[in-house]
């Protein structure tokens, strides 16, 4: 469980650097090259007890995802599974060097251990990875739903209703994927396209205050000043001067 391992797949070479665990179906053509300072174990686990787990069907399925692809699954952020994992391949090896009563069924219960809490990790991997790519879907939706209302200045609560969520949640997902708040986003957008306006629309200032949804150019221009460091009139006149 440490050192260099390069595993051949195949025709495919992984270089991976230990604590790390590579799952193989049997069928396919593989081959280890372990570095001279490498520790570790090699667990080679007949596929019928695998699939099997004792007459259960159900129970072979759950071990069926490390074996649909080979899978290189790194130990070095859950020490206390590598921990557990390394006294169940010990024990292992204790026991094939001194058989005793029921060597078989604990065999296999000790190989099924090791194998469960790598199904464990996996399926914690998985659903980090669906975890993420369900909060950039969701986060993109948010940004869609900006673009299109930014002129009406929805509170955060009424973009998290269209998104069936809490505003708690969609601030919680918008500082983790932007560092800013729903509501600041929101603000971001709104002072972006005051921005183009005061730079290429010949209006007033006035005038562009409404257009944005501002009941009242007085507070525009406070906002605004706020966000810009300068009023309106000041940022028009310099940036159409440039």
Not at 9 to 20: K, L, N, Q, T, Y
Not at 41 to 53: M, Y
């Amino acid at each position: 469980m440490s050192g260099h391992v390069s595993a051949l797949m195949e025709e495919e070479v992984w270089e991976a650097d230990g604590p790390v665990v590579i799952t193989i179906h049997p069928s396919l053509v593989h081959g280890f090259d372990f570095s001279e300072q490498a520790i570790g174990f090699v667990l080679t686990v007949d596929p019928h007890v695998v699939f099997s787990a004792g007459g259960s069907e159900a129970h072979g399925e759950l071990f069926s995802p490390l074996f649909l692809r080979p899978m290189a699954i790194e130990l070095a952020r859950v020490p206390e599974l590598r921990e557990r994992m390394e006294t169940l391949l010990r024990l292992l090896i204790a026991e094939s060097a001194a058989p005793r009563t029921g060597h078989t069924l604990m065999l296999e219960w000790l190989a099924r251990s090791v194998m469960l809490l790598l199904v464990r990790l996996e399926a914690d991997h998985r659903s980090a990875e669906l975890s993420g790519r369900g909060d950039f879907e969701l986060f993109t939706r948010f940004r869609a739903l900006v673009e299109q209302h930014f002129k009406q200045q929805w509170q955060v609560a009424v973009y998290a209703d269209k998104l069936r969520i809490t505003p708690s949640r969609l601030n919680r997902l918008c500082l983790k994927l932007a560092g800013h708040s729903a509501f600041d986003l929101a603000q971001q957008r709104l002072i972006l396209e005051a921005c183009r306006k005061l730079t290429y629309v010949p209006s007033g200032i006035s005038t562009i205050a409404y257009e944005l949804g501002f009941q009242d150019p007085a507070y525009f221009s406070r906002l605004f000043k706020r966000h810009m460091g300068v009023t309106p009139k000041q940022y028009r006149r310099t940036h159409v001067e440039q």
